[in-house]
């Protein structure tokens, strides 16, 4: 059996006084606060315990100056002139089989990037 239509629409109201908006003010300001301030504090932690591993016991890479390095040496080939000898070939393929068909980077038929792709 459906139901009828409403006769009536209540509505119900929470009215804050003065007082209760400035605690509610000041708890949404503390838990602001609170969740940005706890990543920033654990992110710190990592790095300090991070770099007193690394100080200690020596068992990681010191992580800035690899970025320094790898940066040095990024700049270093970008100078460089590049040929066709600048370019490691791990398969070692000449992007040709025997027949004179071409291959893929695997050295399987076909030209694209999946292998057997034409």
Same mark, same amino acid.
Request: proline share 6%; no cysteine.
């Given at each position: 059996?459906?139901?009828?239509?409403?006769?009536?629409?209540?509505?119900?109201?929470?009215?804050?006084?003065? $007082?209760?908006?400035? #605690?509610?003010?000041?708890?949404? &300001? @503390?838990?602001?606060?609170? *969740?940005?301030?706890?990543?920033?504090?654990?992110?710190?932690?990592?790095?300090?315990?991070?770099?007193?591993?690394?100080?200690?016991?020596?068992?990681?890479?010191?992580?800035?100056?690899?970025?320094?390095?790898?940066?040095? $040496?990024?700049?270093? #080939?970008?100078?460089?002139?590049? &040929? @066709?000898?600048?370019?490691? *070939?791990?398969?070692?393929?000449?992007?040709?089989?025997?027949?004179?068909?071409?291959?893929?980077?695997?050295?399987?038929?076909?030209?694209?990037?999946?292998?057997?792709?034409?």
């Amino acid at each position: 059996m459906p139901k009828s239509k409403p006769t009536q629409v209540i509505v119900h109201r929470i009215e804050l006084q003065e $007082k209760e908006r400035k #605690m509610l003010a000041a708890y949404t &300001t @503390g838990k602001t606060i609170n *969740n940005l301030a706890l990543p920033v504090a654990a992110g710190g932690a990592v790095y300090v315990a991070y770099k007193i591993g690394y100080a200690m016991f020596g068992w990681t890479e010191d992580l800035f100056d690899t970025v320094k390095t790898n940066m040095a $040496k990024a700049k270093e #080939m970008r100078d460089e002139k590049l &040929t @066709g000898d600048s370019f490691e *070939n791990p398969f070692n393929n000449s992007g040709y089989a025997d027949d004179g068909t071409p291959t893929n980077w695997l050295g399987l038929p076909g030209w694209g990037i999946w292998p057997g792709v034409i």
